[in-house]
């Protein structure tokens, strides 16, 4: 179990750029979620996957962000056209499926911090 | 009102002390309920989870969920301060929410 893996763990850009991020979650686990983290603040529930199908995705979310997972594997997060807003902590965090109704615990990749200038 | 509430603190406590952290959640239906462990500039770490009504122990750590009253809490018991971190709750129907977090100090 090599644990949730993020890449990059920084990420420095201009306002206005596009940026990816990528996930690998935990080998074994089906569900692979996204977060975005500001300071003071809990994580903030972007989007998730079960397989390559993205079942959930926040009403916050804007069409500027985007997620894939085309292969039920790792997946990537990618922000267009990034905004001074847009600067946070983007945690990816995976779980295996639950069974009768109950939610398995999700583990915490390191993070991508992202400054935008 | 916020999905998942919890006192932002600080909250201090001495060390060897019980540090009792609260959650309240306004969704009735929820199912699956998360402790999550959170030092400065660090991603969150799992320290319980629960799903029935009652009390679930693991070591230092202890869970209480009473789903009537939609409250869930944390006790750490003989408090040290490498437990000294935020602590978030967290809700799972699907998509996880999490409250604002407590901050708790463990003075030695």
């Given at each position: 179990?090599t ?115 | ?9 600080p ?28 030092y ?21 750590f ?32 699907g ?14």
């Amino acid at each position: 179990d090599t644990g949730v893996s993020q890449d990059p763990r920084h990420k420095i850009t201009k306002r206005g750029q596009n940026v990816t991020f990528r996930c690998d979650p935990i080998s074994e686990h089906n569900r692979l979620y996204w977060y975005r983290q500001t300071l003071g603040q809990g994580p903030e529930f972007l989007t998730y996957f079960q397989n390559e199908a993205q079942l959930e995705k926040s009403r916050l979310l804007s069409d500027r962000f985007s997620a894939e997972r085309p292969k039920g594997s790792f997946s990537t997060l990618e922000i267009q056209r990034t905004e001074q807003g847009d600067s946070a902590m983007y945690l990816c965090a995976s779980s295996d499926t639950g069974t009768g109704g109950a939610y398995q615990p999700q583990h915490f990749g390191d993070g991508t911090r992202l400054s935008i200038l | 009102q916020k999905e998942v509430e919890q006192n932002s603190g600080p909250l201090s406590v001495p060390e060897g002390a019980i540090a009792s952290l609260n959650c309240t959640y306004s969704d009735r239906g929820s199912q699956s309920f998360f402790w999550y462990r959170q030092y400065s500039g660090k991603s969150p770490e799992l320290i319980m989870f629960i799903y029935s009504n009652g009390d679930k122990e693991d070591g230092r750590f202890t869970a209480q969920l009473n789903k009537a009253s939609q409250y869930v809490s944390l006790l750490i018991r003989d408090s040290q301060p490498s437990d000294s971190a935020t602590y978030l709750c967290a809700v799972n129907k699907g998509d996880m929410r999490f409250g604002a977090g407590t901050r708790l100090t463990v003075k030695p």
